[in-house]
């Protein structure tokens, strides 16, 4: 078996067939159509991949994104379409290309990896991956509830050509989301077995609402806008009465699509990871001290008016890190503070993204535990459609 490298050109295809093969099998959907920004021309370096004599058999592939979250700018690389032939498992090469790929991360900055997924979640846990805070909830919508939606605006399909640039206004003025260049959200808003809907008022689009029906991506995929022009949209494209229930996804804070689902009615939501297409959310810290460097301008503002003084080391690495926070200043150093606590990589994914407060994971003195408790953990959305 050889070393984890990237995917050649002339090599796309095997790889294609190995992860269709794996993941689409008896679905009437492709691999590179599902997920067009990992299996692009210019992401063949993130595609990574072992072999044995010229044959591929196993791969994992890294989609590299900004998340804006908390007034933060992180760069993230999420991870998916990891397989191995049926044949060839459990010879440690899809563990191999994931060390290559935390490695790859660490190396190019990345804040942290992310995935998702269902079955394999104790394969990624034995590599220092983490189940952490949930991405949101999936509201089911029953059909009976259709009508509770008024529709005060216009609503028609997208035009792309004219319409992009007020989806790309509204999508950013979010208060978090992942970064995307405008080829990326064509792409993204063209993906297959999916309709992109607007709502306008006096000729400007106001709002816009993505609906999905794909084995990969069902539901209400993303949405932004004001609150008529949600319910419009909404109004326009929750099923007949006879139909099934629709999912709508929407972050954990308070948001106004939330706000419009709870008005009329609608009580029934699960976790995202729980609901179709989505799976577990997992995180991979690569540096305990740059992740809690690129979370600065969060963790002043939330620890601001306190203080107090931690050093963290992490089992598996050594890594230290020794955080002071005094009124509004905060520093983040190399960790030469004494009396560290001592922590697996796991358990600091969660003590940074959750679900639960630090004082529930760690033994802490009073101090620290108060202002742990204020600054994490620091939770994060992804939008379904950004989903690899
Ligand atoms: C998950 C998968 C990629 C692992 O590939 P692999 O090349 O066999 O992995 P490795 O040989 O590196 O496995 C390392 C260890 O993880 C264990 N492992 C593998 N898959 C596992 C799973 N789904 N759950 C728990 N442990 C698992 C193996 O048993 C092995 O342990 P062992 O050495 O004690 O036997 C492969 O089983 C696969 O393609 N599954 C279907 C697709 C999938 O679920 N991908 C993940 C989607 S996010």
């Not at 004494?338 to 994914?349: F, N």
């Amino acid at each position: 078996m050889e070393e984890a490298r990237a995917v050649r050109p002339e090599e796309l295809g095997q790889a294609l067939t190995l992860v269709n093969k794996v993941f689409r099998t008896g679905v009437d959907q492709d691999m590179s159509t599902d997920y067009p920004l990992v299996f692009a021309p210019g992401n063949l370096e993130n595609l990574r991949v072992v072999s044995e004599e010229g044959r591929i058999f196993s791969h994992a592939a890294m989609a590299r994104r900004e998340l804006r979250e908390h007034g933060c700018a992180l760069p993230v690389s999420m991870i998916c379409a990891v397989a191995t032939d049926p044949e060839q498992r459990r010879r440690g090469a899809a563990s191999r290309i994931m060390e290559d790929a935390v490695e790859a991360m660490a190396a190019r900055g990345d804040a942290f990896g992310l995935l998702w997924t269902g079955p394999a979640r104790d394969f990624y846990r034995r590599l220092g991956w983490e189940v952490v805070g949930s991405n949101g909830w999936a509201y089911q919508v029953e059909p009976r509830l259709a009508g509770r939606f008024e529709q005060p605006l216009p609503v028609r399909p997208v035009q792309v050509e004219t319409d992009l640039e007020r989806i790309i206004a509204i999508h950013e003025a979010q208060p978090r989301r992942l970064t995307r260049s405008p080829a990326e959200y064509r792409t993204l808003l063209g993906l297959p077995k999916s309709e992109v809907w607007v709502a306008e008022e006096k000729g400007r689009v106001e709002g816009y609402l993505v609906v999905a029906r794909a084995y990969n991506k069902s539901g209400v995929t993303e949405w932004g806008g004001t609150s008529p022009a949600l319910s419009s949209l909404l109004a326009r494209v929750l099923p007949e009465p006879a139909g099934e229930r629709m999912q709508v996804f929407v972050p954990l804070p308070d948001n106004p699509m939330t706000e419009l689902l709870t008005g009329r009615g609608c009580r029934t939501r699960i976790p995202m990871e729980i609901a179709d297409g989505c799976g577990l959310k997992m995180v991979r810290i690569l540096s305990l001290g740059n992740l809690l460097r690129q979370l600065t301008p969060c963790l002043r503002s939330r620890l601001a008016g306190c203080s107090g003084r931690m050093t963290l080391s992490v089992q598996e690495t050594g890594e230290r890190v020794d955080l002071r926070w005094d009124g509004t200043d905060l520093e983040i150093g190399e960790g030469r503070g004494s009396g560290a606590q001592e922590l697996p990589l796991r358990q600091a994914a969660r003590l940074v993204f959750g679900p639960d407060k630090p004082s529930q994971l760690l033994d802490l003195p009073p101090e620290a535990a108060q202002g742990l408790d204020r600054a994490f953990p620091f939770g994060f959305h992804i939008w379904m459609l950004d989903y690899v």
